[in-house]
């Protein structure tokens, strides 16, 4: 007889430590990621994939279209959630009910798609120019969708780069001495919530701030007369008067470092001045607020510095912020040594969803899977700041993945259901409960009869 699609015909497995124990595989039956329902749910509630598929534009041709384009993006997706980076592992993906059940209603009567099928997706049929361009825009049109539930009146940018290492001659690769390594040089804004805004990719030997404005225009033009209070924040890269100059003319508060040079520290040479007397074992922090022209600026504009002296260090620690913001110096100072949560969460997207898998060759191929990687980030963001119980919403996106999506679970059919029989390890069925309510709880209401 044959076998079911995802089963093993090779016979029953023994272990022999204790030959009571058989194994066998039903790989239709079981699955290892039942928390991608979850995920699933939320995307449901707020229209997210269907988004994308109004958004998305069918280059495909004829009448064999046996996938619809928006469980493709569903499944590549979903499939990073669940730590799978790449279309390698599709062809046994499309055997699990998990997956199956995520790509679309009828998913689990027949096969998700193929590794071929998804390759042609992601390396074909979204790299035109409409759609690359499209899917650029998601991130931040999933976020207008969030915000639509749980409205905002204060937004804070954070606008950082980092590295993707390169393998081969891939397109745009490039030795980037800063990181001392061939790699590409993405570009990415955050807003506080640790929602992606907005990512790019560039070569390898590009600025830090290289193509600033691309990026961060849309989202500027974004909130543009929907937020009371704006706010930026970026490293010394981004230390550029157009930069300035644009903020200032949008209405935005910044703090951004400032590279140190002997003028700044001129203007507060007092506090550079070895305390006098016995070193003290604890920091000792000063701080100083002064108004400096650079020769590029077109104005005056206030610089905060910070100096530390530390216990066993000769020198001490200087920092400078140029900012438009009329807080005390501390405060200026508090406020933008929060930019290192952006650090975290490049940090996260790298570990969680392997945003630095970029394999392929082409350089517009690699754009597509840095963009899939943002959107299966901001889902599982989307899940820990809406809707995780008070108790778990420390968790990181990989404590996430490992416990809440990789879930293990049997599949049961009945005449008018399908059963998924979850193993309560790491989360309880009450920890499951308490996510689904928090998630019902962003549906819009149904509207009332008169």
């Known amino acids: 007889m044959e076998q079911p699609p995802g089963e093993s ?15 066998e595989f039903h790989g239709s039956r079981i699955t290892s990621d039942a928390g991608i329902l979850i995920h ?36 590549s997706v979903f499939g990073r959630l669940a730590g799978y980076e790449d279309v390698n592992d599709a062809d046994r ?48 049109a999933w976020i207008d969708r969030v915000h639509m539930r749980k409205p905002q009146t204060t937004i804070v940018l954070d606008m950082d780069s980092s590295v993707s290492e390169t393998h081969g001659a891939q397109e745009g690769t490039a030795y980037n001495g800063h990181f001392t390594c061939m790699c590409y040089h993405p570009l990415f804004v955050f807003n506080q919530f640790g929602d992606l805004e907005r990512c790019s990719l560039r070569s ?28 930026f924040r970026g490293d010394a890269a981004f230390a550029n008067p157009e930069i300035y100059e644009f903020l200032e003319d949008e209405d935005y508060r910044y703090t951004i470092r400032l590279p140190i040079n002997t003028v ?21 922090r000063s701080y100083a607020s002064f108004r400096y022209q650079a020769g590029s600026w077109n104005k005056p504009r206030r610089v905060v510095a910070k100096v530390e002296w530390h216990p066993d260090e000769l020198y001490p620690r200087v920092g400078f912020i140029v900012t438009n913001m009329t807080r005390p110096a501390e405060r200026v100072v ?31 191929a690699n754009a597509v899977r840095l963009q899939l990687h943002a959107l ?45 029989q979850m193993a309560e390890v790491m989360v309880s069925r009450g920890l499951f409960r308490q996510i689904l309510d928090a998630i019902a709880g962003l549906r819009p209401l149904p509207p009332t009869r008169c």
């Open 93 to 140: 993906l499309a055997h699990d009910p998990a997956m199956r059940a995520v790509v679309d209603r009828g998913g689990l009567d027949r096969h998700a798609a193929s590794t071929s099928q998804m390759g042609r997706f992601e390396t074909g049929w979204l790299t035109s120019e409409a759609n690359l361009t499209a899917l650029t825009d998601l991130s931040g």
């Open 9 to 23: 015909d090779d016979g029953v497995l023994r272990a022999d430590f204790d030959r009571r124990l058989k194994l």
């Open 376 to 420: 299966a980030y901001n889902l599982a963001n989307f899940l820990r700041t809406l809707a995780l119980p008070e108790e778990v919403n420390h968790w990181s996106m990989t404590t996430l993945r490992d416990r809440l999506v990789k879930i293990g679970a049997r599949i049961v059919r009945h005449g008018r259901s399908i059963t998924f």
């Open 264 to 284: 700044l520290q001129e203007r507060i040479d007092w506090l550079l001045k070895r305390p006098v007397g016995r070193p003290p074992h604890e920091v000792r």
């Open 334 to 364: 508090a406020f933008y040594n929060h930019r290192g949560t952006a650090e975290q969460y490049i940090k996260e997207g790298k570990n969680a969803v392997t945003w630095t898998r970029l394999s392929c060759h082409s350089f517009k």
């Open 40 to 75: 699933r749910e939320l995307d449901d509630t707020l229209g997210l994939t269907d988004l994308a598929g109004a958004t998305l534009s069918e280059c495909r041709r004829g009448r064999n279209t046996r996938h619809l384009l928006t469980g493709l993006l569903r499944q």
């Open 204 to 231: 390898g030997n590009v600025h830090s701030a290289d193509s600033w404005r691309a990026v961060l225009e849309p989202v500027v033009a974004r909130y543009r007369n929907k937020m009371k209070r704006r706010y």
